[in-house]
């Protein structure tokens, strides 16, 4: 395509998809309406990193959570992170639980509670990655930043039929949303763009039929939108085993704090037998006695890798243990424990199983 033809097709997917917006704008608790002041730095910080590898859907109700209990970033420095980790309970990727209430530290005590406008110096920040600056740059400072996740990817790769297989294909991509973004409201256009991947641009079936820029789409032209993004083989995804404990008196249930590295990392859980990411567990109880094993009462998918989970139950009524990191938690209070979903599921089984 000539420089002229492709900056002339950038324009005009820049205007049809900025018109688009105004009037079929999502309204989410984060955002500003069109053209509006800029929202909260601190909202559009906490959106960004709660919407890593997780749906609008699910995080809606989590933001409105952490913003009614901390409504500031001073506010969530100065609590405790494994609150933090307990509201987070159910997200997934853990770290950037972690990582989150490092920032606000951070944030709060080294930078007055301000956080700083130009994307190179928002790359700073913990938990902060390339696409997280440029979002918060754009949307919440209105700086001209290129904004790409995976919606914009999608839409972008269709556009202008990049074929090259990701992620060498990202670069490219960028290249694409770079040509396309304007000098002015960069974050409504990189709104715009989100939207336009979740609702019309989608993974499967998109609605062609009402797209803005259905007309300056090649993959469109040709007749083949889901070819695109190009993705490179599914890789094997290798099975682990864990045993989970269930160690239970009086009414209470045994939990105990998981190690501050690592997957789910400080987080309360039932006692394991120390699975990870490239291991089985070792099966070996926390105490010695009588248990009662559930085989694979719980399958979970993670990134890399597949989890099967067995149950063990303790029999006898004695109970000889006196760690000092013993939690003993109300069963009938388990939800405000903040268990990770992977260990909610097995307590859910255990509840579900007695009735």
């Keep these: 395509m000539a420089v002229d033809s492709f900056s002339a097709k950038a324009r005009k997917i820049s205007a049809n998809i900025g018109a688009h917006y105004v009037d079929n704008a999502r309204k989410l608790p984060w955002r500003t309406p069109p053209g509006g002041k800029l929202p909260d730095p601190y909202h559009v910080w906490l959106s960004e990193i709660m919407l890593q590898q997780t749906t609008v859907g699910a995080v809606k109700s989590y933001f409105e959570t952490f913003t009614r209990r901390w409504p500031t970033v001073q506010q969530l420095a100065a609590a405790k992170e494994a609150d933090v980790l307990a509201a987070w309970a159910g997200l997934g990727y853990y770290a950037r639980a972690r990582n989150l209430h490092k ?91 989100m939207d336009m991947g979740a609702t019309i641009c989608t993974s499967k079936n998109p609605k062609c039929d009402i797209c803005p820029v259905q007309e300056q789409c090649a993959a469109f032209a040709a007749g083949d939108m889901e070819s695109y993004p190009v993705k490179p083989p599914k890789k094997h995804k290798p099975v682990r085993r864990a045993r989970f404990f269930w160690v239970e008196r009086q009414g209470r249930i045994l939990l105990a704090t998981r190690p501050p590295t690592g997957m789910l990392g400080g987080m309360r859980a039932l006692p394991d037998d120390g699975w990870a990411a490239g291991r089985d567990g070792h099966a070996n109880p926390p105490i010695a006695g009588q248990w009662r094993v559930h085989d694979n009462i719980v399958q979970h ?43 909610a599921k097995a307590v859910k089984w255990k509840l579900k199983e007695e009735t």
């Design 301 to 343: 998918s993670f990134t890399h890798f597949s989890l099967e989970v067995d149950l063990a139950v303790y029999q006898d009524e004695k109970i000889a243990t006196n760690k000092d990191d013993n939690i003993w938690w109300p069963l009938d209070n388990i939800a405000e424990a903040g268990l990770p979903t992977l260990y």
């Design 103 to 193: 920032c606000a530290v951070h944030v709060t005590e080294k930078l007055d509670g301000i956080f700083p406008q130009k994307e190179s110096e928002l790359l700073k920040l913990p938990g902060v990655g390339a696409y997280t600056a440029a979002a918060i740059a754009a949307i919440a400072f209105g700086e001209r930043a290129v904004v790409v996740d995976a919606n914009i990817e999608r839409l972008v790769a269709r556009l202008f039929a990049i074929d090259t297989p990701l992620p060498k294909g990202k670069a490219a991509i960028r290249t694409a949303m770079d040509a396309i973004t304007p000098a002015e409201r960069a974050g409504d256009f990189a709104q715009a763009c």
